[in-house]
């Protein structure tokens, strides 16, 4: 009996650390390998710690960390949950490219050294890795809007361009194909399997990160698509605003946010002296170094687990870098505060949204065409697009970020037609400016089609506090 209950013991025990084991791996967010990342091993050095909880305060690291994105296990999402009742309509998923090489370079320092070609036997890895390079490779007759079939379907050069997608970025897409497509398609047969292409509708900027993140993306939804089913739109502009994207009002917003920002950021003593600090390593004026936003650098040193840089002078540091994201943080806070910015997205985001509920409602009458849009875009599409939505808790776009708006129709009631909106995978309806008190008078877990027309037509002119009622008219009204 006494040797039964210590085996007994022995295996809750067992089963214990099993547990945390997996639940570690769970939240491991770095990969540990030191020369398997696409970046030389002699400039290489651990400089991020392992959070396996969220903190209880604001912590610029753990930010950080979320911000990248790092691949690690499947992660859970609530994209398409429903009651057995409801049927998906249509589906509507607005991307952030994913991780990318800087757009800046830190004056009188190295580059990173990071490899953009892509790489089996390094990580982060995909299963359909190698399967994305070979179909991409046999692409390049594809049909694209000009002047996207001027660039390359894929990132392949050993010390990767400035802005040039990572391979962690197209894993990050890779993943969220196969995520969507697992849900989407196995699940609820949004496309038939003889699927056409007027039942896609592809739209991304002219930059080479979001057309290749679009691919991936589409790559791990429709694994070996037939390439002359796809045709991908050009986006001149990241509001993906096409025709009506001249609007002054809008821009006199934007200017007021810069003040803003230029305010803050002078009141900000610690970040000054942090900046002062950094320009005498790499011996520059503090302005020169400020205006080449060495930020954007240090997150894919932080992003990739290098170094910061180093000169005889000293090196770039930690505390350097924390100091500049709290700052970020700070900003991001006092802008939802101030609610400038809030104008600035209401004009900014609507024509995307005007188009994006012009396709549901043809959806929902019954027709067949651009029942999955994908818009491959920018944290600068993202980020106007979730003020607008009241999501102002939301934080900010990361590398890979989704938005999804989805359609749906109820069975019992055919002519009823409900949205749901999620952001990386969280369910985020009812904290919409326009739904957040209907589940408190109705049980049905959706929002009504209806809501979300009725905002982009009349109130996102009443949120701007203008008698405005319609898009011209808020972007053009006089004494603003």
């Excluded at 949950?81 to 998923?93: D, G, M, N, Q, R």
């Excluded at 892509?118 to 390079?133: C, D, G, I, Q, S």
Aim: net charge positive; with cysteine.
């Amino acid at each position: 009996m006494l040797f039964r209950n210590r085996f007994l013991l022995l295996l809750a025990l067992a089963a214990l650390l099993a547990f945390l084991s997996l639940s570690l791996q769970f939240f491991h967010l770095i990969p540990v390998s030191t020369a398997k990342n696409g970046v030389s091993s002699k400039s290489r050095k651990r400089i991020m710690p392992d959070p396996v909880t969220e903190p209880p305060g604001m912590d610029p690291v753990y930010e950080a960390l979320l911000y990248c994105n790092i691949p690690s296990v499947a992660e859970r999402s609530l994209e398409g949950h429903a009651p057995h009742h409801f049927k998906l309509v249509s589906v509507h998923v607005f991307i952030r490219h994913g991780d990318r090489y800087p757009l800046y370079v830190i004056p009188k320092t190295k580059r990173p050294e990071i490899d953009c070609t892509l790489v089996a036997n390094r990580k982060p890895y995909h299963p359909k890795l190698e399967a994305f390079v070979s179909h991409m490779s046999k692409g390049s007759g594809a049909s694209f809007e000009s002047p996207l079939h001027f660039l390359p379907l894929y990132p392949n050069h050993p010390l990767c361009e400035m802005g040039e997608l990572t391979q962690t970025g197209v894993v990050q897409h890779l993943q969220n194909g196969q995520l969507l497509r697992d849900i989407y398609l196995k699940k609820h047969k949004l496309l038939p399997n003889d699927w056409s292409t007027d039942q896609l509708y592809l739209e991304t900027t002219g930059k080479s990160r979001t057309l290749q993140s679009g691919l991936a993306l589409l790559y791990g939804f429709l694994p070996d698509f037939d390439w002359k089913k796809i045709y991908f739109r050009h986006q001149p502009s990241a509001l993906f605003c096409s025709g009506n994207c001249y609007c002054p009002v809008r821009n006199q917003y934007l200017e007021k946010e810069q003040r803003r920002q230029y305010l803050l950021r002078l009141k900000n003593s610690q970040l000054e002296r942090a900046y002062g600090e950094m320009a005498k390593i790499v011996d520059i004026p503090t302005k020169q170094l400020r205006a080449a936003n060495p930020v954007d650098s240090m997150l894919c040193h932080f992003c990739h687990n290098v170094s910061f840089p180093c000169t005889r002078n000293g090196c770039i540091g930690m505390e350097h870098f924390k100091v500049i994201k709290t700052h970020q943080i700070e900003d991001e806070r006092e802008r939802r505060e101030k609610k400038l910015y809030l104008g600035y997205a209401l004009l900014g985001a609507h024509p995307i949204l005007n188009q994006t509920i012009s396709r549901m409602q043809r959806a929902a009458e019954g027709k067949k065409e651009e029942i999955f849009a994908l818009y491959s875009a920018h944290d600068v599409t993202l980020s106007p697009l979730l003020s607008a939505l009241g999501l102002t808790e939301a934080r900010f776009p990361r590398f890979a970020a989704r938005l999804i708006f989805e359609l749906w129709q109820d069975r019992e009631k055919p002519s009823e037609h409900s949205v749901r909106i999620l952001y990386n995978g969280v369910d985020v309806t009812f904290h919409t400016s326009f739904c957040q008190d209907h589940h408190k008078r109705s049980p049905k877990p959706m929002c009504p089609l209806e809501n979300l027309v009725r905002f982009v037509k009349r109130d996102m002119f009443v949120a701007l506090g203008s008698s405005s009622t319609n898009y011209y008219d808020a972007c053009h009204r006089e004494g603003f």
